[in-house]
């Protein structure tokens, strides 16, 4: 469970820390006061896309950390601190859009924040209730309500679509083939001829380089050459320094101090000598320069436009000459390949039917029983007089399975069942939608369940019903919620009160525990506005009083 959340300088909120309770917790506020940036908070901490627009105005950075209580019990965000009953995680916003994550003061990336992050809390909103708008998403509900896993499916469905897609090609018609094998020839011949090698262009265009300097190469190396052998005018400086060696060594004879001193320029008369004769190899070597140059710019060329016509670099031309030679192969052998391929499809498409066809078998069981449990759920959230159903079409092998599956309702005694997407109001899919995740949070170890504004569309006593299964549920999670129905913050075992102010010249939002008397404020401003009355006051403390009744046998 998140038993404390830091936030500092996200939007409005420039800092705060909210400790939240183990059971029910409600975030209440005027519209655009900055309930749901607690909740974008939350969602970054938990490795979710993060705008940079959540950074406050006039900081680079913006953090969030929480700390979460795990149950000694949960499987939940196993990794590599598995050993710690707290975590603690912080994720730190910069303005290059970067971030910074850590878990228990360790740097993790993004990605397994985001994988720790799905086994800690799970938060629905409003977007939930359209997604079940749309009858391709159900199928997905009910696999998480039976535990069905694709893996081993998803396995052999990739193995039978590649072998389809290889018989397609295959089979093509024989003039196409023909057509396509010239075409291969022709690129593989022109390949081979030139026989390029990687790195060869850009080693290549080094050498032309040098080349394209060589007169000015060969002034050079005869510059020096003279300087060190000299000319018919003047003496080098390697008859100068063996002069010098001379002198020096008929010296040292005298004088044993100087012995180290001859010796060293002795050795450095032979290195300019050394130095002398390479100069003198450089600059003879250039002399064929103009035709090396040539072949260069030839080959060059040739490379150049083989790049071109494949728009590829040399690299990419020789790991295309590979697949060529691979697709060349496979056509030629074409009819003799295909003669067994055919039988290799029907061993893959039995194999995944019968895959597929126990995936079925698991989800028609599954759905009687989803079917009966939501029925269960739903009646408890004031809709016990409508019937649901999930309505099975059997399909082709596809990504998930051969199972089309859709939502049916009817939402009167009388009428027939329909799509779900056709009949249901905003407040019927709220409930749907919440009926539906309690069934699913069931069977994980997520100990935390975040429902942002789960109350659209719903008032009178389906409010009361939805509190109250908010509240069925925070017995078993963690809830927090952000609602506008005083309903359900009379449910509260946690109260905070989400205020907007102008403080300094800006704008800045702070998150309140509200005490009892605060919290009767709190539901009376809910249910009359800015109208707050006497009467309103004992009428929110009535209800709150009746829930607090209610609790008590939950």
Partial sequence: MLSLLHIENIAVIELGDIAFDARLNVLTGETGAGKSIVIDALSALLGQRASRDLIRSGHDTAEVSGIFQRDAGSNGARGAQDEEEELQIQRELREDGRSLCRVNGKPVTLSALREMGDNLVNIHGQHDSQALLREETHIRYLDAFAGCSLEHYSVLYQTYRKLLDERKTLSMAEDEKTARIDILTHRLEELRELAPKAGEDEALSARRKTLRSAGQIRQSLNEAYHALYGDEETRGACDLAADAAGSLSQAARRSEEMEGLAERLNDLQYALKDCAEEARGFYDDMEESEEELERIETRLDALNKLCRKH????????????????????????????????????????????????????????????????????????????????????????????????????????????????????????????????????????QTLVFDEVDSGVSGRAAQRVAQKLCEVSRRKQVLCVTHLPQIAAFADSHFHVEKAVEGGRTVTRVQKLSREERIEELARIMAGSSVTDTTRKTAEELLVQAEEVKKHV
């Fill in 311 to 446: 728009n590829m670099d040399i690299s990419g031309v020789i790991k295309a000459g590979e697949a060529w030679e691979a697709e060349l192969e496979s056509l030629e052998t074409a009819d003799k390949r295909l003669a067994g391929l055919d039988s290799e499809i029907t061993r893959a498409e039995k194999s995944l039917r019968k895959e597929a066809g126990e995936l079925t078998a698991q989800r028609v069981k599954a759905a009687g029983q989803l079917e009966e449990r939501l029925a269960e759920e739903l009646a408890g959230l004031d809709m016990g007089k409508v019937r649901f159903s999930i309505e099975f079409t059997l399909t082709e092998p596809k990504e998930d399975g051969c199972d089309q599956l859709r939502f049916l309702i009817a939402a009167n005694v009388g009428e027939p069942l329909k799509p779900l997407n056709k009949i249901a109001s905003g407040g019927e899919m709220a409930r749907i939608m919440l009926a539906l995740k309690n069934l699913l949070a069931e069977g994980d170890d997520v």
